[in-house]
T-cell receptor
Framework: GNSVTQMEGPVTLSEEAFLTINCTYTATGYPSLFWYVQYPGEGLQLLLKATKADDKGSNKGFEATYRKETTSFHLEKGSVQVSDSAVYFCALSESGSARQLTFGSGTQLTVLP | DTGVSQDPRHKITKRGQNVTFRCDPISEHNRLYWYRQTLGQGPEFLTYFQNEAQLEKSRLLSDRFSAERPKGSFSTLEIQRTEQGDSAMYLC???????????????FGPGTRLTVL
């Protein structure tokens, strides 16, 4: 079956530090890959996505590249802000289908001023 | 606000009682999903509707759980004879397939937090 493995947290960084959250996946075929973010007290929001190999998803300064050879989709940001403090989830879905998302366990990020 | 809404936001019940949650998807979204999220974990898929048809159910969805979407709009999730292990956040999401898109973005509601005493 499909699975997503995420870097364990929590992660604590100072403002303007570089962020990497690792994500690897196991899936049949060619899944679509996503990063979702959950801010305190809010619902899950799609942060970025990539639907095929070598695609780079980007949004709000965050980036992730779909690496089929390493089955990875690591999230990066060059300079984090206090407002980036949240829980980040890596997820996949089977490409071209309406099927469910398979999530990783989430990584809590805290950014200190 | 026209996002996904869920009601109630919090529910505390005693073991053995029945509970029902409601989800109102984004208008005109024909796909609706239920997930369960326990503390420190990512959401886990429970079931999925396309319009009023329930097309897929996870093995997590025991016989005590039932979901409906009678008119293809809002959905309800009922848990009968609740157990302490049912304590979790229950999330609803909706989506619609756009022409030419190879994926469908799921929009999540704020969730219903269930505590079973």
């Amino acid at each position: 079956g499909n699975s997503v493995t995420q870097m364990e947290g929590p992660v604590t960084l100072s403002e303007e530090a570089f962020l990497t959250i690792n994500c690897t996946y196991t899936a049949t075929g060619y899944p679509s890959l996503f990063w979702y973010v959950q801010y305190p007290g809010e619902g899950l929001q799609l942060l970025l996505k990539a639907t095929k190999a070598d695609d780079k998803g980007s949004n709000k300064g965050f980036e992730a590249t779909y690496r089929k050879e390493t089955t990875s989709f690591h999230l990066e940001k060059g300079s984090v802000q206090v407002s980036d403090s949240a829980v980040y989830f890596c997820a996949l879905s089977e490409s071209g289908s309406a099927r469910q998302l398979t999530f990783g366990s989430g990584t809590q990020l805290t950014v200190l001023p | 606000d026209t996002g996904v809404s869920q009601d109630p936001r919090h529910k505390i019940t005693k073991r053995g009682q029945n509970v029902t949650f409601r989800c109102d998807p984004i208008s005109e979204h024909n796909r609706l999903y239920w997930y369960r999220q326990t503390l420190g974990q990512g959401p886990e898929f429970l079931t999925y509707f396309q319009n009023e048809a329930q097309l897929e159910k996870s093995r997590l969805l025991s016989d005590r759980f039932s979901a409906e979407r009678p008119k293809g709009s809002f959905s309800t999730l009922e848990i009968q004879r609740t157990e302490q292990g049912d304590s979790a956040m229950y999330l609803c999401a909706s989506s619609t397939r756009l022409a030419g898109e190879s994926y469908n973005e799921q929009f999540f509601g704020p969730g219903t937090r269930l505590t079973v005493l």
